[in-house]
Antibody, heavy 120, light 106 residues
Framework: QVTLRESGPALVKPTQTLTLTCTVS??????????VSWLRQPPGKALEWLGR???????YYSTSLETKITISKDSSKNQVSLTVTNMDPVDTATYYC????????????WGQGTLVTVSS | DIQMTQSPSTLSASVGDRVTITCRAS??????LAWYQQKPGKAPKLLIS???NLETGVPSRFSGSGSETEFTLTISSLQPDDFATYFC????????FGQGTKLEIK
């Protein structure tokens, strides 16, 4: 059974750095064509794709956020990490990790999401 | 960046109705389009990929069509479980989502 689970702080202060972890099971992050993306959804709003890391460690980022975001993975721990610097209240959102199989594919499996609130 | 525009933003319908949601891309995305269903407090669920390919386990009342810049999601006969928010997503170049269509009970 394929599962993804996000973990990390629920509350961060403005200007702080957020680090979230996505722990996966039921598949390997090293298997060819496996890609894991991070997405977010502000309350009541649309989904926004943040970035992706592929089986071969290639990374891709949203052009509007590429200076704020870093994605990495540790295949031995089955974990993908997201780092967002200089957090702002507009970054308040539910953050999701999701899997796609191939670079031209939809997101077939998602974590349950984790709400991150940015407030002093 | 490729922009995705969905319409309508809200749709009121009754059980048994046939409904259609439209998604327009700001440039040609061929058939690289997916549709998702999202219920409150839950992660999105992939319904359709490559514009018209139904994912395993998704009821056949859901269908997708279109290519290049114009796409539609049709639910042939609404069931109570279908009232949710639907998003389109392009993956021709990176990823962009539409703003969503909330399907409400009339």
């Amino acid at each position: 059974q394929v599962t993804l689970r996000e973990s990390g702080p629920a509350l961060v202060k403005p200007t702080q750095t957020l680090t979230l972890t996505c722990t996966v099971s039921g598949f390997s992050l090293s298997t060819s064509k496996v890609c894991v993306s991070w997405l977010r959804q502000p309350p009541g709003k649309a989904l926004e794709w943040l970035g992706r890391i592929d089986w071969d460690d290639a990374t891709y980022y949203s052009t509007s956020l590429e200076t704020k975001i870093t994605i990495s993975k540790d295949s031995s721990k089955n974990q993908v990490s997201l780092t967002v610097t200089n957090m702002d209240p507009v970054d308040t959102a539910t953050y999701y990790c999701a899997r796609s199989l191939g670079v031209a594919a939809g997101f077939d499996s998602w974590g349950q999401g984790t709400l991150v609130t940015v407030s002093s | 960046d490729i922009q995705m525009t969905q319409s309508p933003s809200t749709l009121s319908a009754s059980v048994g109705d046939r409904v259609t949601i439209t998604c327009r891309a700001s440039q040609n995305i061929d058939h690289w389009l997916a549709w998702y269903q999202q219920k409150p407090g839950k992660a999105p669920k992939l319904l359709i990929s490559k514009a018209s390919n139904l994912e395993t386990g998704v009821p056949s009342r859901f269908s997708g069509s279109g290519s290049e810049t114009e796409f539609t999601l049709t639910i042939s006969s609404l069931q109570p479980d279908d009232f949710a928010t639907y998003f389109c997503q392009q993956y021709n170049y990176l990823y962009t989502f539409g703003q969503g269509t909330k399907l409400e009970i009339k």
